[in-house]
């Protein structure tokens, strides 16, 4: 490969103030928010590793990378020592590709330094085998003291990716896997309300839990207010600085991101129609529990079969996340025949496609006006609650039988945690039957904060308790 390949992606290289002009760093430097992605503290720029970032396109994997050489420049090192690379735009063809790429810049960078360099690989899952490359790279002994970050927007693809590089992926490879999804409501709450200090759950005994969520409450207005955001616009920048601007979302934002599923759609080789039925099928049905059946039923989709494929690829590809039934209350096992329920990745990716299927052509018009639909606003929030779960705990579960509770939350070496979503003003003692056959749990409500000392159940605005969540 040509040096001049690799320039024309790091003209900072030559000129240290070119990197100003990059429109990553332009957006960061004139947003309204000040917006620091979790992923950012979990990657140790001082050790031999291997990293993987896995997320969503959109949600600022590349602005990472792009603040990363810019922390690394102000610090005065030199600039030749940072290597970005975009493989959706840079024709990296195949492994073989990936593996001159690192010959050449090594060959070269080594000439001058043997200090530590960085080399930052964008969107990795655009070339096939791309870890092949890194592993060619890694046993030919040109990766020590570099630091090496790949992101990509499959999830699979860049498991498989890391699978292919066992014991070349530096110390405690399990951390060396980050997942980089849309802000949690805390985080969001961060972005919005800068300065504020949240006290973090961590106890999770139904008491544990309510005087932390007690704690929480002094800042009850605040946190409201922002949860009402948050069900608009999700955890992606590009929304959330949209609506900051302007108190509503631009179609265009709308329209990009959507265009980002519309492009993993065509590169999966799936058909686009499919999917919207799909899609529509599962917004139709208000998140409540479904077989794959039952989607065939309501789409031009034959075979169940083809719907579990699509419900795969949508999932790795960080738009829809399936949460199943445990056999028995108070089990582990999985029920895999029963009905699933599917929730959406994130609120804005919710509206997005909700917009769409529908085919409206003001999205924020649909979105404003779907949320004044309680049972609908409550159902979202179940989905919320149901994503910052599954992203905290090992595992989460469900249970049907006459009764429901909606999370069964499974901690290594804890007790469960039994969680219902309640997005109404007042709780009633229905609302408790089945948190009473297992002994107490969590209720999440629209606004009460309450404990039942007779059946160990904690009552607590779901805005409170998702602020306390750190995921």
């Known amino acids: 490969m040509e040096l001049s390949l690799l320039l024309e992606q790091n003209r900072f290289w030559e000129d240290k ?3 100003k002009s990059d429109p990553h760093i332009k957006a960061l430097s004139v947003s309204p928010l000040k917006i620091t992605h979790p992923a950012a503290g979990r990657i140790s720029l001082n050790e031999d590793r291997v990293y993987i970032i896995r997320g969503p396109r959109q949600v600022g994997k590349t602005t990472l990378l792009k603040a990363t050489i810019k922390k690394l420049l102000d610090k005065n090192i030199d600039p030749r020592r940072v290597l970005y690379f975009a493989f959706d ?3 990296i063809k195949d492994n073989r590709d990936v593996s001159d790429l690192l010959k050449t810049y090594l060959g070269w960078i080594r000439r001058y330094t043997h200090k530590r360099v960085w080399i930052l690989l964008d969107e990795v899952t655009y070339t096939p085998d791309w870890s092949t490359g890194v592993k060619a790279a890694f046993d030919l002994g040109i990766l020590g003291n570099v630091t090496l970050v790949a992101t990509g927007s499959s999830s699979i693809d860049l498991k498989k990716g890391g699978d292919r590089l066992p014991g070349r992926r530096g110390i405690e490879p399990e951390k060396n896997d980050i997942e980089m999804l849309p802000l949690s409501f805390r985080s969001f709450l961060a972005s919005v309300q800068p300065g504020i200090e949240i006290p973090t759950i961590s106890g999770f005994s139904c008491r544990d839990i309510h005087d932390t969520v007690t704690q929480i409450s002094f800042h009850g207005d605040i946190i409201k207010r922002a949860f009402e955001l948050y069900l608009i616009c999700g955890g992606y920048p590009l929304s959330m600085v949209s609506y900051h601007k302007d108190e509503k979302i631009d179609e265009s934002v709308f329209y990009t991101y959507l265009q980002t599923i519309l492009g993993d ?65 108070g089990g582990r096992d999985i029920s895999f025949r029963k009905r699933r329920k599917v929730y959406f990745i994130d609120p804005f990716t919710f509206h997005t496609l909700n917009a769409w299927c529908g085919g409206s052509p003001d999205s924020f018009a649909t979105t404003r006006k779907i949320l004044t639909d309680s049972a609908i606003k409550g159902k979202l929030a179940e989905n919320v609650i149901g994503i910052h779960l599954i992203r905290y ?4 579960l469900f249970w049907r039988n006459k009764c429901e509770i909606d999370f069964i939350c499974i901690k290594e070496r804890s007790p469960y945690l039994y969680i219902e979503s309640k997005h109404q003003p007042i709780i009633t003692s229905d609302d408790k039957v089945g948190l009473k056959k297992v002994s107490g749990g969590v209720i999440l409500s629209r606004d009460t904060l309450a404990f039942d000392e007779t059946n160990n159940i904690a009552i607590l605005p779901v805005s409170y308790f998702l602020a306390g969540l750190e995921v």
């Open 17 to 19: 103030t070119a990197l």
């Open 89 to 91: 735009i840079g024709g």
């Open 265 to 329: 759609i065509a590169k999966g080789g799936k058909r686009e129609i499919y999917s919207r039925e799909l899609l529509y099928a599962l917004i139709s049905k208000r998140f409540e529990p479904v077989t794959w059946d039952v989607i065939t039923q309501l789409t031009s989709i034959g075979s169940h079969n083809t719907v579990a494929e699509y419900i795969d690829f949508f999932e790795a590809s960080f738009v829809l996340k399936s949460l199943y039934q445990t056999k028995s209350l």
């Open 393 to 396: 705990f090992h595992s989460v």
